[in-house]
């Protein structure tokens, strides 16, 4: 069956430093990938997204890698900030084409 | 202003009533979206549009109405065969179907007692 897999437990990080959150996918080839930032009581916010082609997209201080033969996307923040704290998602393109499965998101947690 | 609203923010009904949500987008976008939340998971898609008098049922269809008679608007009903109705609904859209971004709204948070 289908699979999108982010880690369930919130990721805990020291301000200041890099974090690394994972994207896991079974049974899609997808061209793309996005991730998106949610807020609690909020909807998503488009951040990123990354074509098959592409190992690696950034955008300020985020950074997002695409490696289909491992079937994974790996998101950083780097200098990450109290601010940054969220749930991300990642979302990709069924093999139909026609529309986004997004992954159960994993909570970032900054501390100052 | 562009962007895309849904109201109301909160909505509370009792079991075996009919509710729809609203959703309203001035991006001139073809596509538009409905997704249930419910806590701590993702996001599960409920019914999709692609154009105009056209849409499509998403995962998790059962339980629940839509209509798209104008590009603007992609009204909800949860109706009373849906199950579970109590859950965080967020509507979005995009420029089309497929890989383009999706821009959401802020989310009805539905409570059925």
């Known amino acids: 069956s289908q699979k999108i897999e982010q880690n369930s437990e919130a990721l805990n990080i020291q301000e200041g430093k890099t974090a690394t959150l994972t994207c896991n996918y079974t049974?899609?080839?997808?061209?793309?990938l996005q991730w998106y930032r949610q807020d609690p009581g909020r909807g998503p916010v488009f951040l990123l997204l990354?074509?098959?082609?592409?190992k690696e997209k950034r955008k300020e201080r985020l950074k997002v890698t695409f490696d289909t033969t491992l079937k994974q996307s790996l998101f950083h923040i780097t200098a990450s900030q109290p601010a940054d704290s969220a749930t991300y998602l990642c979302?990709?393109?069924?093999?139909?084409?026609?529309?986004?499965?997004f992954g159960g998101g994993t909570r970032l947690m900054v501390k100052p | 202003d562009g962007g895309i609203t849904q109201s109301p923010k909160y909505l509370f009904r009792k079991e075996g009533q009919n509710v729809t949500l609203s959703c309203e987008q001035n991006?001139?976008?073809?596509?538009m979206y409905w997704y249930r939340q419910d806590p701590g998971q993702g996001l599960r898609l409920i019914y999709y549009?692609?154009?105009?008098?056209?849409?499509q049922k998403g995962d998790i269809a059962e339980g629940y109405s839509v209509s798209r008679e104008k590009k603007e608007s992609f009204p909800l009903t949860v109706t009373s065969a849906q199950k579970n109705p109590t859950a965080f609904y967020l509507c979005?859209?995009?420029?089309?179907?497929?890989?383009?971004?999706?821009?959401f709204g802020p989310g009805t948070r539905l409570t059925v007692t």
């Open positions: 979005a859209s995009s420029i089309r179907t497929g890989s383009y971004e999706q821009y």
């Open positions: 049974n899609y080839s997808p061209a793309y």
């Open positions: 990354i074509r098959e082609n592409e």
């Open positions: 979302a990709l393109t069924n093999n139909a084409g026609n529309m986004l499965t």
């Open positions: 991006l001139n976008h073809d596509a």
């Open positions: 549009s692609q154009i105009v008098n056209d849409f």
